[in-house]
Nanobody
Framework: QMELVESGGGLVQPGGSRTLSCAVSVFDLDFYSIAWFRQAPGKEREGLLCINSRGSTYFVDSVKGRFTISRDNDNKNNAKKAVYLQMTNLKAEDTAVYYC??????????????WGQGTQVTVAS
């Protein structure tokens, strides 16, 4: 079964930047859609954006211009691939646990199938 492991969270000052990583145990990311979603305490899960072989898709306007998704799919000889979430101009409302997850295809209403344990991002001074 596919494994996803998020890392890179921590405490960030408002206006700061952070890059999260998602280690994905597959040989070729071209067969998968990988999304990032977040969940803040007491709030609903919020899908953010997604990437697959056709490109990236934003699910919400609140992160456009601030968050970027990318992936490393170069070495097809091992089952160690990575998807990144680059976050800039972070705000207090970005505080949440961030998860990477698979979807059958990228879409804001598509279910998340598998996800990791999450990584906490706290934006505070």
């Amino acid at each position: 079964q596919m494994e996803l492991v998020e890392s890179g969270g921590g405490l960030v000052q408002p206006g700061g930047s952070r890059t999260l990583s998602c280690a994905v145990s597959v040989f070729d990311l071209d067969f998968y859609s990988i999304a990032w979603f977040r969940q803040a305490p007491g709030k609903e899960r919020e899908g953010l954006l997604c990437i697959n072989s056709r490109g990236s898709t934003y699910f919400v306007d609140s992160v456009k211009g601030r968050f970027t998704i990318s992936r490393d799919n170069d070495n097809k000889n091992n089952a160690k691939k990575a998807v990144y979430l680059q976050m800039t101009n972070l705000k207090a409302e970005d505080t949440a646990v961030y998860y990477c997850a698979t979807q059958n295809s990228c879409g804001p209403d598509h279910p998340f199938l598998y996800w990791g344990q999450g990584t906490q991002v706290t934006v505070a001074s």
